[in-house]
């Protein structure tokens, strides 16, 4: 399922999959600026980042963005998607579901419960694993129920990677916010006649 996301750009840059030639430094200019970082190592290393995330492998249909705030200091990925929920809408069924997504991609992890908003439920893990480098798995996850998006019930999935879980950990509230700015984009598309 594809989705769309309309982040806080302050703190936030969405990574297009297809970006013009020259993004990534344009992109490490204007934000160093935003930052006041206006440092020449500062804006290299920012715009090598968001070169390397932009050819990072994309393995299913999701949104990426880089998270930005604290004055350059909370830098860290987030993939962003929407997974078909195969319960019975419960919230019994609901919550096994998303603990098992939890468990599939933060296996060490707790997960506490999270409910930001009437219309949506989930869970937040943050790893426990402290083994420094380690990319393969996300240092935090959110899962969250989105009531009245489409027909079927779907999970956002929000998964947090390359910084270490402290840091990720300390910028959970604005992770859980961008489930305000998440629409599948069949729904997008839909026109009111339909």
Aim: no cysteine; glycine share 6%.
């Amino acid at each position: 399922m594809q989705i769309a996301v309309s982040p806080n750009l302050d703190r936030w840059v969405v990574i297009p999959e297809f970006p013009p030639p020259g993004w990534a430094r344009m992109e490490a200019q204007t934000r160093s600026r935003m930052l006041d970082m206006t440092g020449p190592q500062w804006r290299t290393a920012f715009a090598n980042l968001l070169e390397e995330l932009r050819h990072t492998e994309r393995d299913v249909s999701l949104a990426r963005l880089l998270h930005v705030g604290e004055g350059g200091h909370q830098i860290f990925a987030v993939d962003l998607s929407l997974v078909i929920a195969q319960d019975d809408g419960t919230k019994e069924g609901r919550r096994a579901t998303q603990r098992a997504l939890i468990a599939d991609l933060l296996p060490q992890s707790e997960p506490q419960r999270l409910r930001p908003t009437p219309q949506t439920a989930g869970f937040q893990a943050v790893s426990t694993d402290t083994a420094p480098g380690t990319t393969a798995r996300p240092s935090a996850m959110v899962v969250l129920r989105m009531a009245g998006l489409p027909t079927v019930p779907v999970d956002l999935v929000m998964r947090a990677w390359k910084a270490s879980p402290e840091v990720v950990a300390g910028a959970l509230d604005d992770i859980v916010s961008l489930g305000q700015a998440v629409a599948p984009v069949d729904v997008l598309n839909e026109s009111p006649g339909q």
